[in-house]
């Protein structure tokens, strides 16, 4: 038979001082990006990422959007379609972020839709006036079948967005609508400003 022992005094005491002085400790910051996320979804790191093609995206207000001509900046690519009830909420965020003045960021909106018609009212109906708006609608960059083709643009949900890097690579992505005009979205960009990864 064991005797059980009631602890000492000192015992007590050496062990809440103990844990007050590992509450007190400030806590180690966690290498890597600042997290940023929804409820749902959070900002997933690309590991190993594809550098992004060298492919013109077809613009809506004419010519055409090159990726790689932003090197040295962060660039923030939102893929969309009209269905997309979430999209439609996401849309003017991006919008206000575009207008915000950020001289190391670029936003732009990339529509999924396979009827390019549908495009130009539906801006317009959303006042969207500040975000770059490009075309993919047969895959140029973007593709949901990204195990069967190199892309850096795995369309794994709608709306989606893909944070390019300032070297020109995919640094990582979120799914579904997010605010990105966010003190956490801020951090966020302000981390891959200085080139961290």
């Known amino acids: 038979m064991s005797i ?3 602890p000492t005094r000192r015992a007590v005491v050496a062990g ?7 509450l007190a ?23 190993g990422a594809y550098p992004v093609p060298p492919v ?27 269905w997309c009830a979430a999209c439609r909420t996401e849309l003017p965020m991006l919008d ?6 950020r001289s190391d960021l670029a936003v732009i909106a990339v529509s999924t839709d396979r009827n390019r018609a549908l495009v130009p009212s539906y801006v317009k109906q959303l006042k969207l006036r500040h975000l770059t708006v490009g075309f993919d609608p047969s895959g140029l960059v973007s593709r949901v079948d990204a ?31 997010a605010d990105w005009l966010s003190a956490d979205a801020s951090a966020l960009f302000d981390y891959y400003a200085r080139g961290r990864r």
């Open 96 to 101: 206000r972020l575009a207008a915000g003045g």
């Open 16 to 22: 809440m001082i103990g844990t007050g002085a590992a």
């Open 25 to 47: 400790m400030p806590a180690r910051a966690a290498p890597g990006p600042p997290q940023f996320g929804t409820i749902r979804h959070q900002f997933t790191l690309v590991q």
């Open 4 to 6: 059980v022992r009631a």
């Open 147 to 177: 195990a069967e083709v190199e892309t850096p643009f795995a369309l794994y949900g709608m709306p989606i967005s893909f944070l390019i890097g300032i070297t020109g690579t995919v640094e990582g992505y979120l799914t579904g609508e």
């Open 56 to 82: 013109t995206i077809p613009a809506l207000a004419g010519g055409a959007i090159d990726l790689n001509a932003f090197k040295g900046r962060l660039v923030l690519v939102n893929f969309w379609a009209t």
